[in-house]
C-alpha cells in the first residue's frame, strides 16, 4: 500500500503513474499496482481538465479508481469516499493488488488511516433550510446562527467557510448534537497505518507556484474554459462542492463578460496558489511523523525506484 499525498500540481499522479508501470513492468500484462483517487474535485465527472484528472493516455497505462465517478450536482463527503474505497477493496479483482492512492485531500487520508465517524445523513428538508437561511442572511448570518447552537464547533471554524459552516449547522439542525460529538466516535481505519508507505510532496513556495502558473497555463490551452462553460450551462447551486473548485469562479465572471480571458487567468493561477497555501498548512499540522516529506515528485521517485 502506497498513499502520495501533496500540495495542488506538485507531480502526484505523474509519481503514482510511473510507480504503477514500474511494478506492472514485465509482468505479461498483469496489473498488480492500481491507482486509486485521494481528491475530492476528481471524483466528479465535470471538469476533466480544470481538476487536472488523468487524461485518457495516463487512463490506459495502469488501472484508475474512483476517478469521475459522481454527478457535479451531488455532494460527496469524506465518508462516501471512504465507503466506496471500503466497497472497493472488497471486489475480487482487487485481491492482491497494490494499492496507490492518490491526492490533495488530506481529510481522504487522515479518514483512511484514521478511520471517520458514522455521521446521519442531512434530509432534504434540513439542507433546504440551510441553503435558504444562506441566501437570506449570507455566511455572516450562517455562522451566527452555528455560534447560537453549537458554539464550540463555530469556533473551531473559520467565519468565512461556508461550506464547513453549512455542513456543521445541518449536523446539528439534523441531529440535535455537535458535529463535533459525532468526530468524536470514530470508527476504526480501513488501513492499517504501518502496513502503508507514506508520502507527502511539499515543494517550496517559488516552486510549487511557477508550477502551478504553467499547470493553468496548460488548462487554458486545453479547454478548461470551455469545460467551465458547460457546467454553467446547468446551472447547479453555486454551493455544491465541485462549484468551489478553483477557476469555476473565475471564468463564470469571463463568460459572464465581467471580466476578460487574461484577467480570469491570473485569478485563477491566484485562487489555486491560495488553495496550495491552505493544504500546506493542513498537511504540516496534521499528518504525522511517520509520512516521507519530498520537496518534489523526482525527489520521491529517486527514493522509491
Known amino acids: ?17 510511473d510507480i504503477a508501470r514500474s511494478m506492472n513492468a514485465g509482468k505479461g500484462g498483469a496489473q498488480e499496482a492500481v491507482i486509486i483517487n485521494a481528491d475530492s474535485m476528481q471524483v466528479y465527472d465535470g471538469l476533466r481538465v480544470l481538476t487536472a484528472r488523468p487524461p485518457a493516455a495516463d487512463l490506459a497505462q495502469a488501472p484508475h479508481y474512483l476517478y ?11 465518508g462516501a469516499w471512504l465507503k466506496a474505497v471500503e466497497k472497493l477493496l472488497q471486489q475480487p479483482e482487487m485481491q492482491g493488488k497494490i494499492c496507490i492512492f492518490v491526492g490533495g485531500t488530506g481529510l481522504y487520508f487522515h ?11 442531512i434530509s432534504a428538508a434540513v439542507r433546504q433550510k ?25 469556533a473551531r471554524l473559520s467565519p468565512q467557510d461556508s461550506q464547513r459552516i453549512m455542513r456543521a ?10 458535529l463535533g460529538h459525532w468526530q468524536s466516535e470514530t470508527n476504526p481505519p480501513l488501513i492499517q497505518a504501518e502496513k502503508a508507505r507514506k508520502l507527502v510532496l511539499l515543494p517550496p513556495q517559488a516552486a510549487i507556484y511557477a508550477q502551478i502558473n504553467a499547470r493553468v497555463d496548460k488548462m487554458v490551452e486545453q479547454g478548461a474554459p470551455a469545460e467551465v462553460e458547460v457546467l454553467r450551462a446547468r446551472r447547479l447551486d453555486p454551493q455544491l462542492p465541485l462549484m468551489k473548485a478553483a477557476g469555476v469562479r473565475e471564468f ?5 463578460g465581467e471580466t476578460d480571458l487574461p484577467a480570469a487567468i491570473d485569478k485563477t493561477k491566484q485562487a489555486t496558489r491560495h488553495y496550495a ?9 496534521r499528518l504525522s511523523l511517520d509520512w516521507q516529506v519530498f520537496v518534489s515528485a523526482a525527489a520521491a521517485g529517486r527514493a522509491i525506484f
Request: charged share 20%; with cysteine.
Open 111 to 121: 479518514a483512511l488511516l484514521g478511520g471517520l465517524a458514522e455521521i446521519p445523513p
Open 277 to 285: 497555501k491552505r493544504q500546506r498548512t493542513w498537511f504540516s499540522r
Open 252 to 256: 463564470y465572471a469571463y463568460l459572464d
Open 68 to 78: 469521475g465517478f459522481v454527478d457535479a450536482a451531488c455532494r460527496f463527503s469524506a
Open 1 to 17: 500500500m502506497i498513499l502520495i499525498a501533496g500540495l495542488t500540481a506538485s507531480g502526484k499522479s505523474q509519481l503514482a503513474l
Open 169 to 178: 449547522w445541518e449536523v446539528w439542525e439534523e441531529t440535535g448534537k455537535s
Open 130 to 154: 440551510g441553503q435558504n437561511l444562506l441566501a437570506e442572511k449570507g455566511v455572516a448570518g450562517l455562522y451566527a446562527a452555528l455560534q447560537s447552537s453549537d458554539s464550540t464547533m463555530a
